[in-house]
């Protein structure tokens, strides 16, 4: 399966972006398997922001954003969505999503098929 993460953009603090995590092509089945998003700002080790299980039953977040993004998953479309509110601009970053390798992982899951990232920019 490939990944391919869009939906990136400039925006001001206290704003929103959508990103998407779409999966394509064949071998692993997008739908069976855990997805997380991720995050890496210059000089920063990357660092895990959500994840969703196989069926969407089960969210995990970072601290740092629980209460303003939210992870979702469309399986028909092999689509995960993170939607991030009340941006800050320490959110900017790289964001990239992660197709674990079970069904349901949180941060510590083994993440081993990545997606290229897209650039999150917030303005103050």
């Known amino acids: 399966v490939q990944l391919q993460a869009s939906g990136g953009g400039l925006v001001r603090t206290g704003g929103s972006l959508r990103l998407s995590c779409a999966g394509s092509?064949?071998?692993?089945?997008?739908?069976?398997?855990?997805v997380g998003w991720f995050r890496q700002a210059p000089g920063k080790d990357r660092e895990f922001v959500a994840s969703?299980?196989?069926?969407?039953?089960?969210?995990y977040y970072a601290d740092s954003v629980k209460g303003r993004f939210y992870i979702s998953r469309d399986n028909i479309g092999n689509t995960v969505y993170l939607q991030m509110n009340s941006l800050k601009p320490e959110d900017a970053a790289v964001y990239c999503c992660?197709?674990?390798?079970?069904?349901?992982?949180?941060?510590?899951?083994?993440?081993?098929?990545w997606g290229q990232g897209t650039q999150v920019t917030v303005s103050s």
């Open positions: 969703i299980n196989w069926s969407g039953s089960r969210t």
């Open positions: 092509g064949s071998g692993r089945i997008f739908s069976n398997h855990a």
């Open positions: 992660g197709q674990s390798s079970s069904s349901d992982s949180d941060s510590r899951g083994h993440y081993d098929t």
